[in-house]
Nanobody, 127 residues
Framework: VQLQASGGGLVQPGGSLRLTCAAS????????IGWFRQVPGKEREAVSC????????YYADSVKGRFTISRDKTANTAYLQMDSLKPEDSAIYSC?????????????????????WGQGTQVTVSS
């Protein structure tokens, strides 16, 4: 069981990146998937989640309207499209899974346990 995040890089403020979360060893479509980010010295924070049953999407207020989570069950992959990036979005981004059906934003932002944390990908927003 593994989740591998990729797609990070250096981008200017206002730019875009698309992160990919590739799942192996299990069917991504039967788990809810979350994207998280962490800055050294700070706690990890949830950014966005997609629920397994109906694909409901949840976002942290800090990224709402700028980030879009999606999944491709056939490709066993989840994505995080990040637009209008800001310097404060700089962090290591990783993805994880939970067997819980997420029904509210709070489920995503700490209310449910996630596991199978993969190696993250660095996102740096700087001019």
């Amino acid at each position: 069981v593994q989740l591998q995040a990729s797609g990070g890089g250096l981008v200017q403020p206002g730019g875009s990146l698309r992160l990919t979360c590739a799942a192996s060893g299990f069917q991504l479509g039967i788990y809810s998937i979350g994207w998280f980010r962490q800055v050294p010295g700070k706690e990890r924070e949830a950014v966005s989640c997609i629920s397994y049953r109906d694909g409901s999407k949840y976002y942290a207020d800090s990224v709402k309207g700028r980030f879009t989570i999606s999944r491709d069950k056939t490709a066993n992959t989840a994505y995080l499209q990040m637009d209008s990036l800001k310097p404060e979005d700089s962090a290591i981004y990783s993805c994880a899974r939970t067997g819980y059906y997420l029904t509210r934003t709070s489920d995503c932002l700490g209310g449910r346990p996630f596991d199978s944390w993969g190696q993250g990908t660095q996102v740096t927003v700087s001019s």
